[in-house]
């Protein structure tokens, strides 16, 4: 996305609300924290969840399939998975950690509006 496209009315989503929406021909999670908007990957990088159908907790959405976390404002894992010990160890080996893709997001004349990807975090986060 090199501009940005509207996807909605600024109320189209309550505090605390998310839901896949249509960009253009790209699909993207869209998340509403107080009055600021966040638009992310529908679809988490560990097992391909389903993100609107988990949980919003501020900014850190949490995948329904495995529990995956992820913090909207910028992509980042906050946990992986939370199966335990050696499990996450190994599920850790074969598909390590990939932060959630994200995307700019404004509201402009009462209609919100999502542009490019941001940057992704550069460090690598560790398993939880």
Same mark, same amino acid.
Request: aromatic fraction near 6%; charged fraction near 25%; hydrophobic fraction near 45%.
């Given at each position: ?7 909605g009315?600024a ?7 998310m839901?896949t &929406?249509? $960009?253009?021909? *790209? ?7 107080g009055?600021?908007?966040?638009a992310?990957?529908p *679809? ?10 988990? %949980? ?5 959405? %949490? ?5 995956s976390r992820?913090?909207? $404002?910028?992509?980042?894992? &906050?946990? =992986? %998975?939370? =199966? ?7 599920? %850790? ?5 990939r932060?959630? $893709?994200?995307?700019?997001v404004?509201?402009?004349?009462? *209609?919100?509006? &999502? ?6 975090? $550069? ?5 939880q």
């Open positions: 996305m090199n501009e940005f496209i509207d996807v009315a109320d189209l989503l309550a505090d605390g609300a839901a &929406v249509q $960009a253009g021909e *790209r699909e993207v999670l869209l998340a509403r924290v009055d600021r908007y966040y992310a990957e *679809r988490c990088p560990h097992m391909r969840g389903e993100l609107s159908k988990g %949980t919003l907790e501020g900014t850190i959405v %949490t995948c329904p399939v495995h529990h992820f913090d909207l $404002a910028d992509g980042r894992v &906050v946990r =992986w %998975t939370d =199966w335990p010990g050696i499990l996450v160890s190994m599920a %850790t080996v074969i598909q390590p950690p932060p959630l $893709a994200v995307y700019e404004k509201v402009e004349e009462g *209609r919100v509006l &999502v542009g490019g990807a941001l940057p992704r975090p $550069a460090e690598p986060v560790a398993a």
